[in-house]
Structure formats: C-alpha cells, structure tokens
C-alpha cells in the first residue's frame, strides 16, 4: 500500500504541473525533459539543467515556483531579457519585479519592501545585487522559495561568456542556507557543467541534459568568396523566415539594404538603435511584415518565434557556444531549418584580430581604468556601490583612445571584478506617490488642473502609492489634452512638493562599481588569470575555426561531441553528409524528389538558383531534375526556368 500511495501522489503532482501549465501558458502538456526537472524542483533540490535554445527553460522553474510558498528569486545577466521576461510574468497575471543598476537606490529600497510582505511571486535580480549591504539585510526578511541561477554558464571561468559578479551568487548559500537552487544554461560543456555545481555548492549534485540534437536543422558550412551573393541565394532559395547574424552594426544597414534591392523584405537591427526602433522592427519581424532581420547578436535573447526556417552567420562567430545558440533559434517548430555559416579565410584573419584586440597589454588596462574615474570624477576611495552613466564614445574621445581597445581593455576590468558594465538598456519615466492616499486627498493644490491630472494618475495607474510605476508623458499629454512638456512640468511641480518622486525616462549604459578607486600603487592585474583567460578564449576560436574548416566529421556529431553528447549516427542533412553520399539510397532520391517538388509549389525557379539549395553534389540535384523531365514531372523553360508540369 505504501508503494501505491507514493504513485498516487507522483500522479497527484502530475495534475497539478500541468493544470498550472494550462493556466498560464495555454500548453496542455510539456516538453520532452521539463516535467522531470520540474518535479525535482518542486522536491527542493539542487539542480543543473542543460537544454538547447528554445527547449522551454524557463517553465522548469515557473511553474514549481508558483505552487511553492514564497518568493523565487532568479538571478540573470541582462536587464533587456530581465524586463523581457517580467514583462511576459505581468502579462499571465503572474506578480513579478526587476531589480537592476538602471533603478534608483529608493526604488530598489521599496521593490525589497514589496517582496518581504509577499507582494511578489519571482523576483528577477542582476548578479551585482547580491553583493549590497541593501541586499544582504533585506533578503533575511524574504519568505524564499528557491534560488534559479539563469544563464549559469556566466559563473564558470572555463566558459565563454564568464561574469565575475556571478560568483557572488554563492554568498546566497550562507544568506538561505535550506533553500534549493536550480541553474539552468542552453550552452555548457561538460567541464563547464561540473564547474557550475561546484561554484554553487550544490550539496548533491543532479545534473538534467536534454539531448542537444536538433534533428530538423541542417547545419552547413559555405566556403565562398562571393558572401553576398551566396547570401541571396539562399534567402531566395529558402521560403519563410530568416535571420541574418553580422558582427558590425553598419553591416547590418548595408545587407538588408542589399536585400531590399534585390526584392526581398529584410530589415536591420542593433542595439545602437533606439527601443522604440527596436520593438517596432522586432514585430514587424515576428508578425511577417518584414521576411529576414540583419542584425548584430544583439538580436535573439528572449526571442520567441517558432517558424525561422534559416539563421545565416555572414561573419565567423567567436565560439562554439555562441554560434549553436544563434543557430538554435531556427526550427522552434521542428519543422526543417537550416543554419548556415560563410566561411572564407578572411574570417579566420579577422578572429585572429579580434583576439589579439581582445588582450590589451596590462599597462594599457591600468591606464584606462584610471580613465574612468577621472571621467565620472571620482575621487580615491570612493565609488563603492555605485552606479553611473557611461558613454563610451564620449569617454574615448575625451582621452583620444581607440574605442574597440579601450572597451576590451574595460572588459579585462570586469573579469577582474572591480565593475559591471550594462548593456545600453530603455529605462522609462517612474513615479511613485511619496505621501498616503488619504493624505493625497487632504492637500489642497489649489489648482483644478493639477488636480485633475493628479485624478488622471489615479485612474490609468495603479500600485503609485506601494511602489514605481512605469508612465509614459505622451500618452498621459493625449489623455489629458496638452503637449508631454505640460506633463513634465506637472510632474516635476508635485516632486518639489514632496508629493510624489518622478524619475526622467533614461536610456544609456552604466558602469557599476563593486570597489572603491584604487590608487595605481594598490590596482592588481593577475599576470596568472589573464594568461588563462587569453589561452581559453584561444581553445574557443581555435574550435569554431576548426568546425568551419572541417569537412569530414558530420556536422551535427561535432557540434554534439563538443557539448559532451555522443551521437553514433550521420545526420544524414549536412553539407558533409551529402558530399560523402550518406543518402544516396533510393529513399534519400525520393526525398530529394519531394523537396524538389516542394521548392516549386510556387512557380518556376531558375535552375542556377534551385540546385544550391539541397546542399547536396550539384550533379546529383542535376542527375535527378533531368530524370524528372524525362518522368514528365517537370519542364525546362527556355529561359533556364524548371517548374513543374
């Protein structure tokens, strides 16, 4: 009997994941490998999971956070994906906040507030939280649920995107000693996967891989001269959707342009661009109106589009890591997609460079940090904890350096750990009322107009008096009938008298420091640390490159083996397969026939254009149109067109 009431209670949780599942997401079932991670943490224990892009990690830990008492806090990197993801927690009705440097120390004070009353299911911080004094003394008073470790790749050195302020999230374990943590990252080698459970303390480790296969992409590498055009054929050759990686942002401009030309809808996008610009180009993506997106790797974090059907790299990514997860945004609905990498040996020169640029000599970083605080005058010895604007524009051409050197030499800074440098993140205007509802309604403002607008607050926002809330002027200038300056002056009328603190709409990156200014005698490089840094950012490039040169091993049992995951089978799909004639059997001819006849449902293709897209033998897709027109399937136009009879 006991054995029976054990899978009662097993079948019980079941229920209740997916009644969850149902309610908020819509799903009514999960993905293969969630639902076990999900058990194990609902049990609280300490948990790994290692799941591609787009395999769903986030619903691993939302839905055994929203059955379990308390707050969850989720710590990860970047504070346009820590909105993104509060943003779609508020939109299911689901009590969210983010607490990042882009937040003034009051709001932050009044967030931890919020959380300790339990206003809050998740609570999503940036790493360098963690590390406050505000933290440390708040954080005791939280009911915690579990701690979730986003991005978990960042707290290993062995790792290609490594974050020192991560390694403060270690501090938790002594903070919450009986609280389970559960790290989740799509891109982790297995020496990288055993790193991230020893630098958690995980007290048993478990470790969750989901098979990093993606059987309906077709990985291919195109060693060609001619970038461009190789480029267009592809996005002509290739139906649906498309997403074009480039390293420069001007790169991004002059291709879409290239493609606009030659009559196909692309659009380009990077994070110099405004978040308005931004937006309004990432859903025209997602909505069809524009077909591919030329972008920076700006372009990707919390994107979920399920029907990219290619994701072209122009350019040479600098790991491994980076390019599978650039890739794996194609395909989310397992339908066939390709990724596809150009590759020529000006590539292999411009990564060298990059990784020469990447490790500035160390007198040069000493130099520039120094830099910084002259720049933000700040004096020695101060500057703890604090947060600034920083432009690095503005900063390289007041000491006349070279912006790429100077901000890799600010990069070597940060892995050392004396700041944290934000992306360029949109910040919009906040209000929150600093006096009582009651004594709101007390105050005379002797002013009807102030007190409509004050009514008008009232009416479109609500949470003014327990915390900030987002407003936009334009939209508040459209309701009350004036022009947004009308708006302002209100707003800055009622923050002189005390009635409300309003915060300006600000977007620029930061620079948060961890220490306070050194003087140059007390500043410490670590000759040993920067030495083996530079030799694994070299093991990386010197994978990507020979992943791009190779071509004897299938594509997919790379990529596979470099995550650690054995793959005894060819994918059959790559270009390396298809030039060894893995498919050459009578079913791989059928299935080349129907992809033919696929490719041509629409009309006729010219036959130049046509033959490039299989990535197989150009005799063979020749071979087999021939046979075709000889079967009377199809018919060759005099104008070089194939198309179907």
């Given at each position: ?98 607490i990042h440097s882009g ?35 708040r954080i005791e008073k ?341 022009s947004s300056v009308v ?159």
């Amino acid at each position: 009997m006991k054995n029976c009431r054990i899978i009662i209670i097993s079948k019980l949780q079941m229920d209740i994941f997916r009644n969850i599942l149902k309610e908020y997401w819509g799903y009514a079932d999960f993905r293969p490998g969630q639902e076990e991670i999900i058990r194990a943490a609902y049990a609280g224990e300490d948990l790994l999971a290692l799941m591609p892009t787009g395999g769903g990690k986030s619903i691993c830990f939302q839905v055994p956070a929203l059955l379990k008492e308390g707050i969850c806090l989720v710590i990860t990197p970047l504070i346009a994906l820590m909105k993104d993801q509060v943003e779609n927690l508020k939109a299911r009705n689901i009590r969210a906040i983010a607490i990042h440097s882009g937040l003034t120390v009051k709001e932050i004070d009044i967030a931890f507030d919020n959380a300790i009353y339990g206003r809050y299911t998740f609570m999503y911080l940036s790493p360098e939280r963690i590390h406050t004094e505000l933290f440390k003394t708040r954080i005791e008073k939280m009911e915690v649920s579990m701690v979730v470790v986003d991005e978990a790749h960042c707290i290993s050195q062995w790792g290609y995107d490594f974050r020192p302020a991560y390694l403060n999230i270690a501090l938790l374990r002594e903070l919450l000693p009986k609280v389970s943590f559960v790290a989740l990252t799509a891109t982790a080698p297995p020496k990288v996967a055993r790193d991230i459970m020893d630098k958690l303390g995980f007290k048993q480790p478990k470790l969750f891989v989901n098979s990093f296969e993606r059987k309906n992409i077709a990985y291919v590498v195109r060693r060609v001269e001619d970038k461009l055009g190789q480029m267009l054929r592809i996005a002509e050759g290739i139906q649906g959707t498309g997403i074009v990686y480039v390293r420069e942002r001007k790169k991004t401009e002059e291709i879409s342009q290239y493609l606009c030309a030659n009559g196909i809808e692309a659009d380009a996008y990077h994070a110099g661009m405004s978040t308005e610009l931004r937006s309004a180009k990432q859903e025209a993506w997602k909505n069809g109106k524009k077909r591919i997106i030329v972008s920076t790797n700006a372009f990707g974090m919390g994107i979920d589009k399920s029907d990219v059907r290619f994701v072209c790299h122009y350019d040479l990514p600098e790991s491994v890591e980076a390019y599978f997860q650039e890739a794996g945004r194609g395909g989310r609905d397992e339908q066939k997609s390709y990724a596809v990498l150009l590759y020529n040996s000006s590539d292999s020169k411009r990564l060298k460079q990059i990784f020469k640029l990447s490790f500035p000599d160390i007198s040069y970083i000493k130099q520039i940090y120094q830099n910084v605080f002259i720049y933000l005058n700040i004096a020695y010895g101060c500057g703890k904890e604090q947060v600034y604007n920083f432009n690095l524009q503005e900063f390289a051409k007041r000491f006349a350096l070279m912006p790429n050197a100077a901000w890799h030499a600010l990069c070597c800074l940060e892995q050392e750990g004396y700041f944290s440098l934000s992306e360029e993140a949109d910040h919009p205007s906040r209000i929150h009322f600093t006096v009582t509802r009651d004594e709101l309604y007390r105050i005379q403002l002797n002013s009807p107009e102030m007190d409509r607008f004050i009514k008008l607050l009232l009416r479109l926002y609500s949470g003014l008096f327990s915390g900030f809330v987002p407003i936009d002027e334009e939209y508040l200038a459209q309701q009350n009938r004036c022009s947004s300056v009308v708006i302002k002056e209100y707003l800055i009328q009622l923050s002189r008298r005390h009635l409300l603190h309003y915060i300006p709409h600000k977007r620029t990156p930061q620079i948060y420091f961890h220490e306070e200014r050194l003087d140059p005698a007390n500043l410490r490089i670590s000759v040993q640390n920067y030495v083996w840094k530079k030799e694994r950012y070299k093991e990386r490039m010197d994978s990507i490159l020979a992943y791009a040169q190779s071509n004897t091993v299938c594509r997919s049992k790379q990529l596979l083996a470099y995550f650690g995951e054995e793959q005894k089978h060819n994918c059959g799909q790559c270009d390396v397969c298809l030039q060894k004639g893995v498919r050459n059997s009578p079913q791989a001819l059928d299935q080349l026939r129907m992809e033919i006849l696929e490719k041509l449902k629409n009309g006729p293709v010219r036959v130049q254009t046509l033959i490039p897209l299989f990535n197989r033998e150009p005799e063979q897709v020749k071979e087999l149109l021939r046979w075709m027109v000889e079967q009377g399937e199809l018919t060759y136009t005099a104008d070089g067109m194939v198309g179907v009879i």
